[in-house]
């Protein structure tokens, strides 16, 4: 699994430099696209954990709008 997890926050980082300079992001966009672009086969909880926790890093808010 750390491979995986390796791949998500990969995933997620690329998400989130695509969005510098973005205030707040969409929980249920970001989500949807991380999903498209992994295709892992994590919960949902655990991909939100992690961008929530990269978000904040880079000082962006994320809209829980799941």
């Known amino acids: 699994m750390p ?11 690329r998400l989130l430099s695509e969005k510098t300079g973005v205030a707040v992001i969409s929980m249920r966009e970001s989500i949807t696209e991380l999903l498209a672009v992994t295709g892992v086969a994590l919960t949902i909880e655990t991909l939100q954990d992690m961008l929530l926790e990269m978000a904040e890093v880079r000082g962006m808010t994320v809209v829980l709008d799941v």
């Open 3 to 13: 491979d995986q997890n390796a791949l998500i926050r990969a995933a997620i980082g």
